[in-house]
C-alpha cells in the first residue's frame, strides 16, 4: 500500500536542494527542521548533515516519495529544509517580560503538541490567559511555521516562545528558580479547586498520549 503524505501549506518557507541548504545553514538561517533522503551518505550530504548538527538542527530522514511531495521544485536532490516563520525567545526573555510586567511568571509548557493549528490556538490562548511565554521540544513537536503563525491570530507577536532540549530537565531548573507545575490530565482534579498563584508552569500534553510519565513524574 502506497504511504500517504499530507504537509501543511508553508513551500513558501522551504530550502531545496544540497548547495542552497548548505548555505542556508552556513549563513544561521533559523531552520526549524531538515528532510534528508533515507540512504544519501556521500560527501555532499555529510557535510550538510555535520552543519545541522552545529546549529542544532533536527533531522528527519525520509523516503525520496516524501520529499517528492513537498518539492516544488521537483529537483531536492535528496534534501529539503523547512525555515522558521517566526525567530525564538529564550526563557531568560519569559522572565524578563513576568518582572517588566511586575507579574510572578507563568509559562505554558507543552509536551510534544503535533498538530501546528493546536499549536498556533494555543499560543493565543496563552496570550488571552496572561501567560509569559510558552516552551516547546525541540523534538517529535510542531514548530514555528507559518500555519502556526497564522493560526496564533497575531499572539505570536506577544508571547514569546522558547524551544528546548528536554521537557524534563528544563522542569527541573525552572524548580530551581522557584516555580511550581500543574499537569492538564483527564485524571487530575477539578483545576477551580487548585491554587494556581505564584509563579506557575501548566504543563499541556500530546493530542493523543497526553503528559509523558517522565514528565508526569
Partial sequence: MKEEYREENTTSSRIEGRHSV???????????????????QDGPVLTILRE?????????FVPKERLDFMSET?????????LSAFAYSTIDDMFALAEKKGETPFFFILDGI???????????????????????????????TATV?????????????????????TIEQLKEKGMWFVCADMD?????RQNLTGPIGLVIGNEGKGVSRLVKE
Fill in 188 to 192: 487530575g482534579e477539578l483545576m477551580y
Fill in 74 to 82: 521537483k529537483n531536492h536532490q535528496g534534501v529539503v529544509a523547512v
Fill in 114 to 144: 503535533e498538530d501546528p493549528h493546536n499549536l498556533g490556538a494555543i499560543i493565543r490562548t496563552a496570550n488571552l490567559a496572561g501567560a509569559h511565554g510558552v516552551i516547546l521540544p525541540k523534538r517529535r513537536a510542531a514548530g514555528l
Fill in 22 to 40: 548548505l548555505e542556508a545553514l552556513r549563513a544561521g538561517s533559523l531552520i526549524e527542521r531538515l528532510f534528508v533522503q533515507k540512504g544519501c
Fill in 52 to 60: 545541522a548538527k552545529k546549529a542544532d538542527v533536527m533531522v528527519d
Fill in 149 to 169: 503563525v497564522k493560526a496564533s491570530a497575531g499572539a505570536i507577536h506577544y508571547t514569546p516562545v522558547a524551544k528546548v532540549t528536554n521537557i524534563v530537565s
